[in-house]
């Protein structure tokens, strides 16, 4: 069983939903980027969302783009986000999905970018612009190399387009649980449930909703009816609140990741 899978037994076997943290990679610089991850882990989630700083994060609010420059000046290139994942294998197991653009796999050549991610220890890969109907390339290099893909569903997707999306998917379905871009939210957005139970209608991987969720209270909402709760913004905004006192980055992260999964338990 690869550790994607793992993560979410062993969710399912304590009665509750897995947390799966996103951080972008190298925000604010690697040595603070890496002490995150680890404040992170040490928190209790269960998979490590790492988001590859691009120039034109068309999926992310000003939080997670803000986060992309701050990697970005800070010296973060393709290969030192592969050393990242490398330094964070010398001290856990816990999953990494790469949450990524298709013009920083294509660029980079799709075969050698997979390949340098399992290499560094990479377990899956959500890319977001790419849709399952042109993603045949990135599919065949991450079966090759035993990557799991993963691919989103939102409130727009039709019906119709969720077996084209289960049968792609080979590690989990994130559903963007509202339209537009990342960010915290005031409350979870409606129709959770329904919309989970339509996605497992047609795949038998583990759901994760994500998008707006920031409190330990949107996390219970959300893990009573996913497999899975996706925070970003929020723990972002630990790393943006306290850049004139990096040292307090880790601390604060763990504490706040701690609260947040607290959340998880059904």
Known sequence: MDRIAQAFARARAEN??????????????????????????????????????????????LTNQLAAQRALEGG???ARVFELVARIREFSEVPVVFYTYYNLVFSNGVEAYVRAAKTAGVDGMLTLDLPPEEAADVQAACAKHDIKTVFIVAPTTPESRLPVIGAAATGFIY????????????????????????IKRHTALPVVVGFGIGKREHVAEVAAGADGVVVGSALVNVIRDNLAARSQIAPKLAAKAADLVAGTRR
């Open 175 to 198: 559903y963007v649980s509202r339209e537009g871009v990342t960010g915290v939210r005031d409350s979870v957005a409606a129709n959770i449930p329904e919309a989970v139970a339509a």
């Open 76 to 78: 973060m290139t393709a």
């Open 16 to 61: 509750r939903a897995a947390f799966v943290a996103y951080l972008c990679a190298g925000d604010p610089d690697f040595d603070t980027s890496l002490a995150a991850c680890r404040a992170l882990i040490e928190g209790g989630i269960d998979i490590l969302e790492l988001g590859v700083p691009f120039s034109d994060p068309l999926a992310d609010g």
